[in-house]
């Protein structure tokens, strides 16, 4: 790390906190540029965020954290702040994330307090900050499952196949499209909600790549999370438990079977990217973390996939030609009952 950057942080802390005598700690890194750091002095800490700005433009984190602050989104506070050298001083949630609690006995409770954290967050009218979660963005993301998955398990599509495959990505598009339009968190699962102590309300971090988009979008990220798994019954009373939530303009000609359809075809929408996102992120950046939970999620889309007829020939042909390939690459998920 180059001694001037840590020389400048040092500095900026020290005017900052008006002392010297504070310690530093830098924390392992994340999926980006940014690192952070735990600052401490007399007993209270603090959360350096290090961005450089050559690499990493901390402004729309800066603009998002602090809409969402003013309306009582409970992100951390920023305490000061430097774009020009890329520095953030915020609040310090602490180490416990949600995921870490996370087990048969306790995900109710603490679902339904995320729950209602979501619907309040949803309440707020974004539109004039957030940029739309468009039907081309919903596309270009889809679009990582061909230009990577199947590059990397040597399969070419036909033309037929890749009709086939247009027609599916345009369906899953125009079903996020017409759903109720609200702030979308984006990331919003048991890695990045906080547990802070002495508060009901879980802390939210990551959420600098926030939208405007379907209203069932966050709610898949967390009940269908990449990274763990529940039973199938369970996740539809979730799905129950939160359309109960929602206003009544968002149940407005939408009643639960319609939202259940809404939330499937999302999510089958999301795990299309995500099977081409762990794979680039592997190929193109060399990170092999996220290779052990592909065939889970390869498992959600053949899952959700199943009552939607619309579907069928695009499953088809990932049952038939994609996933022999698939399973001898990358391995077969097992289900937990």
Avoid at 141 to 155: A, G, K, R, V, Y
Avoid at 224 to 232: I, K, S
Wanted: glycine share 4%; aromatic share 12%.
């Amino acid at each position: 790390m180059n001694t001037q950057r840590e020389n400048l942080i040092q500095a900026w802390i020290a005017s900052v906190l008006q002392s010297e005598q504070f310690e530093i700690n830098f924390l392992a890194g994340d999926a980006s540029f940014r690192r952070y750091a735990r600052i401490k002095l007399n007993n209270k800490t603090y959360m350096l965020m290090d961005a450089p700005p050559e690499k990493e433009d901390c402004a729309p984190f800066v603009m998002i954290d602090e809409f969402f602050d003013q309306h009582g989104v409970r992100v951390p506070h920023i305490i000061a702040k430097n774009l020009e050298q890329g520095f953030l001083l915020l609040e310090d949630f602490g180490d416990v994330v949600l995921s870490t609690l996370l087990n048969e006995q306790t995900v109710d409770a603490h679902y339904s307090q995320s729950f209602k954290q979501l619907i309040q967050l949803q309440s707020i009218d974004g539109s004039a900050q957030l940029p739309a979660y468009s039907y081309e963005k919903l596309i270009s993301e889809m679009e990582l499952l061909t230009d990577w998955l199947l590059p990397s398990l040597h399969i070419q599509p036909t033309s037929e196949q890749s009709a086939l495959i247009k027609r599916t990505f345009a369906i899953l598009a125009n079903a996020a499209v017409a759903q109720p339009q609200v702030i979308v968190h984006r990331d919003f699962h048991s890695r990045n909600l906080m547990i802070i102590e002495g508060e009901q309300e879980q802390g939210v971090i990551d959420f600098q790549d926030a939208v405007i988009g379907a209203d069932t979008y966050d709610l898949i990220s967390i009940t269908r999370d990449a990274y763990v798994q529940w039973n199938a019954d369970r996740v539809y009373t979730w799905f129950k438990q939160f359309y109960d939530l929602l206003p009544d303009t968002a149940k407005q000609d939408r009643d639960f079977e319609q939202f259940k359809k809404d939330a499937d075809l999302m999510a089958i929408q999301r795990h299309i990217k995500i099977l081409g996102i762990f794979v680039r992120l592997f190929e193109r950046d060399g990170k092999s973390g996220y290779l052990k939970d592909l065939p889970r999620v390869m498992w959600y889309l053949l899952e959700e996939s199943k009552p939607y007829a619309e579907l069928a020939p695009f499953m088809q042909f990932i049952r038939e030609t994609v996933l022999p390939k698939f399973e001898e690459k990358f391995g077969r998920y097992e289900v937990v009952a």
